[in-house]
């Protein structure tokens, strides 16, 4: 927890005006947005390079264009859809050029190299229609991204500030995004016909996305209440806690919102469990307060969508019936992918083939949904060993160092979006890089501090 000085508070609210300028900029003219991104990249690249990623500048730029990767496709500012992507990739990448990596990092090296066998064997199961390169890119763009990000965080040494920074960096592209979507959709009562994800009140992009990131936005503001020792900063901080969550909830895309939800939860139990009988005291009123706006933004969703947000939790159609299938289909995929693993279980079908295969096997073409069964049928036991990895390694480094409040938040987040949103932005994957962070703190951790000697 640290108490913010006047120069962190200026600074923070300057960042907040900027980005709602940005909002109403790319809401009055559009074509701007490609410009925005374009001026995003140079500057970070300009001060990454400047600053020879001294202060942890790449993982702050690779955090903002994490954060911003929505709001650009949305708004039709990427050249490549995956710019986003590739964007965290090339910062990570001259951040580690100029810092190295830890010596403990095989785990994510064996990891990236899993996925070096599925390309082959695309190269012999994809049909000649399908475009090779896009296919690949497509398909393992997330799971590198996830990759490079664990290459980078893990092990590393980060102050306590410097990573309040990165959340910063992370959080206000989202809120731009959600200041776009206000000025473009402000009423959502003539738009609403029935109880599918909400495309009227995301911009026309796909809500999975948008709630997905907005769970996120929601997440690092709520924490924000909890390590930000300022009455204004928290007051505002409440204020677009409610936006982000009203906003999240009116997508009609529940995976979004659950995690983030899950990820609070995650994150309030070790970091009370933290603090001592004093400062539980303070947690308990913010508790409480947390808890009133969380039923309010469900009051208020419920109000504007006319009740039928209520139908869409509790998984009933717009009149109110009970509908057969709470996971809108997401289970057939599923299912699809496990018989694609079993029928293939050594070398699996080839990357990017799923697609394919649900077309032959279902009549249907469908993007998975699920990264790890994904991961499954498309590379066999090799991506088996790839799950077992990103899950076993994490929880190991834990279980030695538990002085980063976010590990459990995070790598939940990660777990969740990637089962009900495979890894479509960069977003979970650079997530999971953050929970890899050795947060420091001098006051309370030294002796860690002096074993981790890499």
Known sequence: MHKSGSGHINQYFKLLLIHIGLAFAVYLYRPISPFLLLGSLTYFLFITINNENRNNEALMA??????????????????????????????LLI????????????????????LVPGILVASFTLSYDIEFRKAIAFNLSGPVCLGISALYCYYKKIKNEDFQKVLLMLLMPLLTAMFYLFLYTPSLRDSLINVAANYAATGGYGPNQIATIFGMGAFILCTRLFTVK???????DIVLLGMMGYRAVVTFSRGGVFTGLICVAAFLLFFYYKQGRRERTKINFKMVVLGISIVLIWMFSSIQTSGLILNRYTNRDAAGRLKDDITTGRSELISNELLAFYNHPVIGIGVGKGKEYREEKLGEVAATHNEVTRLLSEHGLLGLLAIIILIVVPLIFWTKFKNNYYFLAFLAFWFLTINHSAMRIALPGFIYGLALLYIVDDKKYPVHRKRLTD
């Open 230 to 236: 300022h009455f204004v900063t928290n007051l505002v």
């Open 62 to 91: 690779a955090a903002y264009m994490a954060g911003a990767e929505v709001f650009f496709r949305m708004t039709d500012g990427m050249t490549f859809y995956e710019t986003g992507k590739y964007s965290v990739i090339l910062f």
């Open 95 to 114: 951040g580690m050029f100029f810092k190295g990596t830890s010596s403990r990092t095989a785990p994510f090296w064996i990891y990236l190299l899993i």
